[in-house]
């Protein structure tokens, strides 16, 4: 058992991504009543009536839960995870940006933190944080984050520090990526992607359908959906998606200026689900989804780690 499973009380050693738009109180809840743990990805300002839906749903289970947030967000408004906080989560993830006032806040009510890291500045600012556990996600990863350094050399380096646990995420989607991640000294998986067309995760049909039929060559990490609807993210931190007619046409963002039409006009495709301009943010392990499946049956899946990591022993032994 590693210290980090002792300290939040999972059997599983796999948790599921907080993701905003995906990963609501259903699939929390669902994932640790599997053995994992279940996260909620907070968006950047919700109210306080979809916090009280999402709580509902993990607020009386014995199993640990947690709730994932922007970073940035935060910085300009503590109130989501104040009122997270209220309800209990095990853990508390804050990702890109200053993490200073939301760190102090979360231990002063006694609840682990964790942070995703992106290239080797952000790991070395993640050890003189104020942070419990490292998050060492590679540019395969779905949704927002760096796209610098890849999955496995970032999880080399975030281990050998050996003073904090580091779990490992991008491009995690099968059984098999788990025992490689775990092999290489993470004490567990942070999987987003895989769970996108999960029957508990929200999201549109066209979105979990587009999920289903596309494959490992067919995502881009980009800004322009970010620009186009001007949100407040840092440039460094892009997002990856299905590549669609949008981001094909939309490449270069060195000649966009600010246009009140195309916002909109991003705004109505993404009401609509309209999948071939509005973003559809999803990583590598797309590659392994093709059906809808319950995430119980997805944990089932990814918990054949101990199978292959057995097999892997005994083929080198
Ligand atoms: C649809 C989607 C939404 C995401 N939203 C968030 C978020 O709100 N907060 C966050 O910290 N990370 C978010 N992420 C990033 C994940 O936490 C994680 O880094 C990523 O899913 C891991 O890689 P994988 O998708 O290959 O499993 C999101 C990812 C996806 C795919």
Known sequence: MSDLQRLLGYREPIFNASMAGAAGGALAAAVSQAGGVGMIGSPAAPKT???????????????????????????????????????????????????????????EAGVLTAMQVGNAADLERAMADDIDIIIARGGEGGGHGR????????????????????????GIGTARG??????????????????????????????????????????????????????????????RALRNEFSDTHADLSTWAPDEQLRLEMQEARAEARTSMAPVYAGEAVQFIDSVQSAAEVMAELAGFRKVLADAASRFA
Do not use: C
Not at 54 to 77: I, K, N, R, Y
Not at 155 to 166: E, G, I, N, S
């Open 49 to 107: 009536e979809w916090i009280e839906q999402q709580v509902q749903h993990v607020a009386s289970l014995s199993t640990p839960w947690g709730v994932g947030f922007m970073a940035w967000a935060l910085e300009a408004d503590l109130y989501p995870l104040e009122a997270f906080l209220d309800f209990g989560p095990s853990l508390v993830t804050l990702s890109f940006g200053d993490v200073s006032r939301a760190a102090a806040l979360a231990h």
């Open 178 to 239: 788990v025992a490689a991640v775990l092999a290489a000294g993470a004490s567990a998986a942070w999987v987003g992607t895989r769970f996108l067309a999960a029957s508990e995760a929200t999201g549109h049909k066209n979105v979990k359908d587009a999920i289903q039929q596309a494959g490992l060559d067919d995502t881009t990490y980009t800004r322009a959906f970010d620009v186009a609807q001007q949100l407040p993210w840092a440039p460094e931190f892009g997002g």
């Open 147 to 170: 796209n610098e350094a890849g999955t496995l050399p970032l999880l080399q380096l975030a281990t050998a520090q050996q003073q904090k646990p580091v779990i490992a995420a991008g």
